[in-house]
Nanobody, 115 residues
Framework: QVQLVESGGGLVQPGGTLTLSCAAS????????MGWYRQIGRDPRDLIAS???????NYARSVKGRFTISRDNAKNTLYLQMNRLEPADTAVYYC?????????WGQGTQVTVSS
């Protein structure tokens, strides 16, 4: 059973930094591309960053140059380092394999950027 547990969110001032983690289990993590998504309000979740099993990253234009996705295949953990945070980054952040192996989402982690 695929399980995804996101953590690391919180309240941060504009310009600040946060690092999110996603603990994955129930599938062969190292062989799957993984993605970070975010949901603002009731809008659909948007894919903002992805990384292949070998470590090749890809970013949405909105976060490129500010966010860094990485993974530790030995720990089955995905990371998202977020620098120079902006109020527009306020959202609930989720991780998920690409393509998805489950219809379910984790509980997400809330990031709030505000002064």
């Amino acid at each position: 059973q695929v399980q995804l547990v996101e953590s690391g969110g919180g309240l941060v001032q504009p310009g600040g930094t946060l690092t999110l983690s996603c603990a994955a289990s129930g599938f062969a993590f190292s062989t799957h591309t993984m993605g970070w998504y975010r949901q603002i309000g009731r809008d659909p979740r948007d894919l903002i960053a992805s990384i292949t099993g070998a470590g090749t990253p890809n970013y949405a234009r909105s976060v490129k140059g500010r966010f860094t996705i990485s993974r530790d295949n030995a720990k089955n953990t995905l990371y998202l380092q977020m620098n120079r945070l902006e109020p527009a980054d306020t959202a609930v952040y989720y991780c998920k394999p690409i393509p998805p192996l489950t219809h379910n989402w984790g509980q997400g982690t809330q990031v709030t950027v505000s002064s």
